[in-house]
């Protein structure tokens, strides 16, 4: 099976940045559509991110948009989030997600529509 092994999380001041990277196992990374979801203390996991395995459809949650980037390399079999302008409310467990998909064009946003997580990782932004 697919796996996908996130690092670049950490702790940040207000405004500061970080770049998280998820590298995948497997044969066909560029056949999966990726997407990127965090969840915060009592919440549940929301999208942040999708980006399409031809990189070139990407989509973002409101609370982000502007602020972080995704981009992946499939040649390194990488994603990546680049996360710019960190805010107090940004404060979560980041995961990757993978899903195969007949699509080059498509991302998705659900939970539910993905099959390979990461392992997540803490991004706390201090004030």
């Known amino acids: 099976q697919v796996q996908l092994v996130q690092s670049g999380g950490g702790l940040v001041q207000a405004g500061g940045s970080l770049r998280l990277s998820c590298v995948a196992s497997?044969?066909?990374?560029?056949?999966?559509?990726m997407g990127w979801f965090r969840q915060a203390p009592g919440k549940e996991r929301e999208c942040v991110a999708g980006?399409?395995?031809?990189?070139?459809?990407?989509g973002y949650a409101d609370s982000v948009k502007g602020r972080f980037t995704s981009s992946r390399d499939n040649a390194k079999n990488t994603v990546y989030l680049q996360m710019d302008s960190l805010k107090p409310e940004d404060t979560a467990v980041y995961y990757c997600?993978?899903?195969?998909?007949?699509?080059?064009?498509?991302?998705?946003?659900?939970?539910?529509?993905?099959?390979?997580w990461g392992q997540g990782t803490q991004v706390t932004v201090s004030s």
């Open positions: 980006i399409s395995w031809s990189g070139g459809s990407t």
């Open positions: 497997g044969r066909t990374f560029s056949s999966y559509a």
């Open positions: 997600a993978g899903v195969r998909t007949l699509s080059g064009r498509n991302y998705y946003t659900g939970v539910g529509q993905y099959d390979y």
